[in-house]
């Protein structure tokens, strides 16, 4: 049983096991943090870990075939990555899912980039956000016209050229058939929502989607506002997949940790 699923279920969060993916900086030595977690008080806690750059991946790894690979009751495509919270590197977690399983299968993935108020995935990929989703929600055209590929089988559907009416399209059947159009032209596609917390286009994604993954942030994300957002999720029908810990950190120097 994974410490993340123990820690959802202290939270209240009744979800299927998980494992953990470690935030990854994009400069090199990520900090990362043990999979041993606990409840302080109100927030979630994590104790530290190594300093090690592989774990990301493996870490990562271990998500994607939880997710994608090794479920057998349905065959999950189409996931929303939200966080509970802003600020809890929900975007970074979802680019590095997508990189590690368009590497891991043989099929196309497509990341999207649907946090039209704060965009960030083009900037992983050093790419432009000038036409992307927004775009595809107003007007017509193959959605594959709106993507642009990033590297090998991993394609980026950018938030594009939006304005503050574009928000209210994402609660629409317009980007319930773009889904639906995304579904057929790739074999995985992976969703990055803005915070649950705070919007509501997190939960509509989720309902056109097989699934979401929350991300919570290792002493920040609050046990009551996991345990509320994931019971509406549950009311609206949105199939909670698991859950990532992220932003955690190590003090403690590798040669010291190992002795403990």
């Given at each position: 049983?994974?410490?993340?699923?123990?820690?959802?279920?202290?939270?209240?969060?009744?979800?299927?096991?998980?494992?953990?993916?470690?935030?990854?900086?994009?400069?090199?030595?990520?900090?990362?943090?043990?999979?041993?977690?606990?409840?302080?008080?109100?927030?979630?806690?994590?104790?530290?870990a190594l300093n090690?750059?592989?774990?990301?991946?493996?870490?990562?790894?271990?998500?994607?075939?939880?997710?994608?690979?090794?479920?057998?009751?349905?065959?999950?495509?189409?996931?929303?990555?939200?966080?509970?919270?802003?600020?809890?590197?929900?975007?970074?977690?979802?680019?590095?899912?997508?990189?590690?399983?368009?590497?891991?299968?043989?099929?196309s993935v497509c990341?999207?980039?649907?946090?039209?108020?704060?965009?960030?995935?083009?900037?992983?990929?050093?790419?432009?956000?000038?036409?992307?989703?927004?775009?595809?929600?107003?007007?017509?055209?193959?959605?594959?016209?709106?993507?642009?590929?990033?590297?090998?089988?991993?394609?980026?559907?950018?938030?594009?050229?939006?304005?503050?009416?574009?928000?209210?399209?994402?609660?629409?059947?317009?980007?319930?058939?773009?889904?639906?159009?995304?579904?057929?032209?790739?074999?995985?596609?992976?969703?990055?929502?803005?915070?649950?917390n705070a919007y509501?286009?997190?939960?509509?994604?989720?309902?056109?989607?097989?699934?979401?993954?929350?991300?919570?942030?290792?002493?920040?994300?609050?046990?009551?506002?996991?345990?509320?957002?994931?019971?509406?999720?549950?009311?609206?029908?949105?199939?909670?997949?698991?859950?990532?810990?992220?932003?955690?950190?190590?003090?403690?120097?590798?040669?010291?940790?190992?002795?403990?």
């Amino acid at each position: 049983m994974s410490r993340n699923f123990e820690l959802l279920q202290q939270a209240g969060v009744n979800l299927p096991g998980t494992p953990q993916v470690p935030r990854g900086p994009h400069t090199p030595g990520p900090r990362l943090e043990t999979p041993r977690v606990l409840l302080d008080g109100e927030k979630i806690i994590a104790k530290p870990a190594l300093n090690l750059d592989k774990a990301e991946t493996e870490e990562t790894l271990r998500l994607v075939q939880s997710v994608f690979l090794l479920q057998s009751e349905d065959n999950r495509k189409v996931i929303v990555f939200a966080a509970v919270d802003s600020g809890s590197g929900c975007s970074r977690v979802c680019v590095r899912a997508a990189q590690v399983l368009a590497t891991s299968v043989p099929g196309s993935v497509c990341l999207v980039d649907a946090n039209f108020r704060e965009p960030s995935l083009p900037s992983a990929f050093g790419t432009t956000n000038h036409y992307g989703l927004a775009d595809a929600l107003r007007s017509e055209g193959a959605i594959g016209e709106f993507t642009n590929p990033v590297h090998q089988n991993l394609w980026l559907l950018s938030c594009g050229s939006r304005t503050e009416e574009d928000r209210g399209l994402l609660h629409s059947e317009r980007m319930r058939e773009r889904i639906a159009e995304l579904r057929d032209a790739f074999d995985y596609v992976l969703i990055d929502a803005p915070p649950l917390n705070a919007y509501s286009e997190g939960v509509a994604l989720g309902q056109f989607a097989d699934g979401m993954v929350l991300v919570l942030e290792a002493n920040a994300t609050r046990r009551d506002a996991t345990a509320r957002i994931t019971e509406r999720l549950h009311a609206m029908q949105v199939k909670v997949l698991g859950a990532v810990l992220n932003k955690r950190t190590f003090p403690i120097p590798e040669s010291l940790y190992r002795r403990l």
